[in-house]
């Protein structure tokens, strides 16, 4: 029980911008997983270190957490834990302006999150779109404008769908950068205007 509360509680401090103390709160969980030999939370908690320490620069720590959360992911079986993996060294990949290695691991996170989709599933529908968002950043930042559009296209079908509001407003945002790097400000300022509003209608 204390796992799963350092868990989430760990996930509300650093969206609330509290890094150190999250840290803590996800090496906590780290150190019960590994007493409990849970390798699937250890990989959780693996993983929820490295995306913090990629969201704060520090690009070496953060791909060291992440692989070893990949590795975790795949000795206990858990095919979305591992997908997941793939997706956030991808993400690294990208920062680094590394866009070959990125694309490769982003379509193969998208290829196994795709054939986890079962159904209704909306965590999956938001993992799927997570990988198209991701994707289309990698294809904007290399000049890929027509496939960066359709991918945050896709994404954002999948976010209203399923009502996530933060990545609709997110990805809304994505999609604005894209008509205002060709050009098209006006639809550019329409979107980031419909973008803006979602996002002040989470808070």
Known sequence: RRLEGLHHHGDVLQLS????????????MLDIAYRLDLKAKGG???NRIGRLYRSIGHLDEAMRHLGTGQALFVAAGDERGVASSIDDIGK???????????ERFMVKALEERKKLAVGE???TKRSIALSQNNLG?????????????????????LRQEIG???GIAQTLNNL???????????????L??????????VG
């Open 164 to 166: 996530d509001r933060p």
């Open 192 to 201: 980031f205007d419909e973008g803006l509003e979602v996002a002040r209608s």
């Open 137 to 157: 950043l990698v294809y904007q930042d290399s000049g890929r404008f027509a496939e960066a559009k359709q991918a945050f296209e896709s994404a954002l079908l």
């Open 17 to 28: 911008g509290q890094n150190e103390q999250a840290l803590a709160a996800f090496k906590e």
């Open 121 to 123: 599933d909306k965590g």
């Open 92 to 102: 690294v990949h990208w920062m680094r302006g590394n866009y070959e290695a990125a």
């Open 44 to 46: 959780v908690a693996h």
């Open 176 to 190: 604005g950068t894209i008509h205002q790097d060709d050009g098209m400000d006006p639809q550019a300022i329409e």
